[in-house]
């Protein structure tokens, strides 16, 4: 029988006692998730309270709070504003790429989502139809998101660094009646215009998929050309339309699709459902980041990633509190204190972002001088996650910032951590390289191939006994067994995290790397597989492998190796460059698809399978044998000196 994680050898060697809450409220979530998720429920509205918190009558599908009625968007909002929060700011815009700051109380913001679910619902949008936003951060991709969940429309934010491609995929997937969008991003100076991308994508998706209408949202810096009779303005339609009220929905409904890299070319539509999401979200903002209604709350990532979603929107808007959203970057906007000036100026408490943001910051100030100009005395922690935190980068954030800097790991799939530092249960002594310990409703285990448990500090796979918790995902769109076979089946009764790690004596997870092909580029997650297709179709190359190589800014950047036809005797540059141009049109410049190299041939096992890990360790200058299966080690060589031409690989062997 498999040892649960709290009746683990290791659990006996933890410094703690059980009065720990922490402790205590995992062992609760695992043995009694009725109990525990049933009492987390009583912070948010029902309208009709749910028959049953966990339905377990069909795994590997579970429900939560089945039976229930809610409206995600009157949680977030409307109770707020009718519980004495109404003039509280729920959100401040802050864009220092427009030189704007733009606060709206939990009133304002809510009256403009009843407005725009009113033109939404004047375009035909109903519970269940499916509205597709693809926007930069501005305040009208929030309201677009909670003017869905208040008419029980299911929103799929679309990232804005994808590609036409990519949106297409996802348009012919998720088939929405409406597409929101605007005229433009602003990346750092550059106005992007969003509209061609959005044009383009409609032209590729099938016929069956096109949305109806598209209401754009016209910037002031660039004004999008409209097509008649598909193209709505925004500011238009909501001067014309009556604000929409919050529709009931079940529990079990889904609130939004979110696409996620697949190990093959095809995003996966992750489904988060309306009940477990509100409950999980809004019990997380106290439980993890110890949060408080009225305290300020920034996440300092993009609408269009799970952050965004989780603690850009829902979170810290089911909790009361006032979130940021930030149109800008680390550094360049206007200078690497951005951030401090952010959590100064607003009196922000909590602030999460992603480990490379810090690097980029501590590039350019290493001696955090410009975070002196500011007061940051309301600040009380920095949660990261995204990519694996360094250590280098901890200790810069802990000796500058003085304040508990918290790494803490979880996924698009999760909807919110697997594992942390529970802060506002027990906050324990940071371990580097650890996102600390499982969180609550969080049964982690370390497994080998054959799904036997590892002892502590044995790398193996990370799996999670099911069920998972509320805000987990409940299924992919529209494919069940697309949900079983990526994450269900290779280890039966657990869920697939398809990262590798170890839990050591203390109970501390240690997350250590993909054991796929999908690579984080600067926390953004991206599939090498997909690269590879778009590098396949190049008429030149016979063969390619993409792999994702230590970058001191990203933590991983994409490196393309491709084999070309027999008798193609154009400039290796020029077809590089082809390529480097063709993933940016096709995958997007999120990609961060920079190099390539022209190979003679690539390294593969005598069955034929590339040597992925030991390019990879070639490239990261890391120590690697010659595996013996190798067809021709001399290849190997080749690869390194094919490495060293476009600056890898030039250290030790
Ligand atoms: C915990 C669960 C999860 O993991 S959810 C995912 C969490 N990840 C994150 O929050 C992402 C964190 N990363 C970032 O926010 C950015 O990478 C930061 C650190 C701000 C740096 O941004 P930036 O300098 O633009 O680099 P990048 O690598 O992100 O961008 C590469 C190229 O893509 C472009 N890009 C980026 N965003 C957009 C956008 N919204 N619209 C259009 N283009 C975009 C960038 O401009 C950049 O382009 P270029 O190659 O320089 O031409």
Redesign the pocket.
């Known amino acids: 029988m498999r040892l649960q994680c709290f009746s683990r050898p290791t659990q006996a060697k933890r410094r703690v006692t059980m009065s720990d809450p922490y402790v205590e409220a995992w062992e609760r979530s695992i043995k009694d998730p009725n109990g525990f998720w049933g009492d987390a429920a009583e912070a948010i509205h029902w309208y009709k309270r749910w028959d049953k918190v966990l339905d377990d009558s069909n795994p590997p599908f579970y429900r939560w709070f089945v039976g229930g009625e809610l409206n995600t968007c009157y949680n977030a909002l409307d109770r707020h504003v009718e519980g004495g929060r109404a003039d509280q700011a729920a959100m401040i815009y802050d864009s220092p790429v427009t030189d704007t700051i733009k606060t709206y109380t939990y009133r304002q913001l809510r009256d403009e989502v009843a407005l725009f679910a009113g033109a939404l619902a004047d375009r035909g949008v109903v519970k269940g139809d499916r509205v597709l936003i693809y926007m930069?951060?501005i305040p009208e991709a929030v309201i677009a998101m909670l003017a869905c969940a208040r008419i029980g429309a299911i929103h799929s934010v679309v990232?804005?660094?994808f590609a036409s491609n990519e949106l297409a995929t996802r348009i012919n997937d998720a088939k929405p009646k409406v597409i929101v969008s605007a005229s433009c991003?602003i990346?750092?100076k550059?106005v992007?215009p969003y509209k061609p991308l959005l044009d383009g994508a409609i032209r590729m998706s099938n016929t069956d998929a096109q949305p109806q209408s598209c209401i754009i949202y016209q910037r002031p810096m660039e004004t999008a050309p409209l097509t008649p009779g598909r193209d709505v303005d925004w500011k238009e339609v909501v001067a014309a339309a009556k604000p929409a009220d919050c529709v009931p929905v079940a529990a079990t409904d889904p609130l939004y699709i979110l696409y996620t890299s697949g190990t093959t070319g095809l995003p996966k539509g992750v489904v988060r459902d309306n009940g477990g999401h509100a409950v999980a979200l809004n019990w997380s903002m106290k439980a993890i980041y110890n949060v408080d209604a009225g305290d300020v709350y920034w996440?300092?990532?993009?609408v269009?990633?799970?952050?965004?979603h989780s603690y850009i929107v829902y979170a810290p808007l089911l909790r009361g509190c006032t979130t940021i959203l930030f149109e800008g970057?680390?550094?360049?906007t206007p200078d690497a204190g951005v951030f401090w000036r952010v959590i100064g100026q607003h009196k922000v408490r909590t602030m999460f972002?992603?480990p490379?943001?810090l690097r980029?910051i501590k590039r350019e100030d290493p001696r955090a001088e410009l975070m002196q100009k500011y007061d940051l005395s309301n600040f009380y922690a920095l949660f990261l996650?995204?990519?694996r935190l360094d250590p280098d980068t901890l200790k810069w954030a802990q000796k500058a910032l003085k304040v508990p800097v918290i790494d803490?790991?979880?996924?698009?799939e999760t909807g919110w951590a697997i594992c942390a530092n529970c802060l506002g249960l027990h906050a324990y002594p940071v371990k580097e390289g650890s996102a600390t310990k499982p969180a609550p409703g969080w049964n982690l285990q370390v497994v080998d191939p054959n799904n036997q448990p590892l002892p502590a500090g044995q790398i193996g796979a990370l799996v999670v006994k099911l069920p998972l918790p509320p805000g987990a995902l409940v299924t992919l769109y529209n494919n069940d067994q697309g949900l079983i076979k990526s994450y269900l089946e290779e280890f039966p009764g657990y869920y697939k995290t398809a990262d590798a790690g170890f839990i050591d004596e203390d109970g501390y997870v240690f997350v250590m790397g993909r054991t796929d092909d999908i690579i984080?580029?600067?926390?953004?997650?991206l599939s090498t597989g997909a690269m590879e297709e778009v590098l396949s179709d190049h008429p030149d190359v016979a063969e390619c492998a993409v792999l994702g190589v230590e970058d001191d800014l990203?933590g991983q950047v994409p490196v393309g190796f491709v084999v070309l036809k027999a008798g193609v005797t154009r400039p290796h540059e020029e077809i590089v460059n082809e390529l480097i141009q063709m993933v940016?049109d096709r995958i997007?410049?999120?990609?961060?698809f920079?190099k390539a190299t022209v190979v003679k041939r690539l390294p593969k096992t005598r069955s034929g399978k590339i040597l992925r890990g030991t390019i990879q360790k070639i490239a990261d200058n890391k120590d690697y044998k010659i595996p013996a299966t190798i067809d021709d080690p001399a290849i190997l060589d080749e690869i390194k000196a094919a490495l060293v031409t476009i600056g890898y690989a030039q250290g030790r062997r």
């Open positions: 930069p951060m990232f804005g660094g991003g990346e750092v550059r992007i996440a300092a990532s993009d269009g990633w799970v952050v965004g970057k680390p550094v360049g972002t992603a490379t943001a980029a996650a995204g990519e803490h790991w979880w996924q698009t984080n580029v600067a926390g953004h997650r990203k940016r997007g410049p999120v990609a961060s920079k």
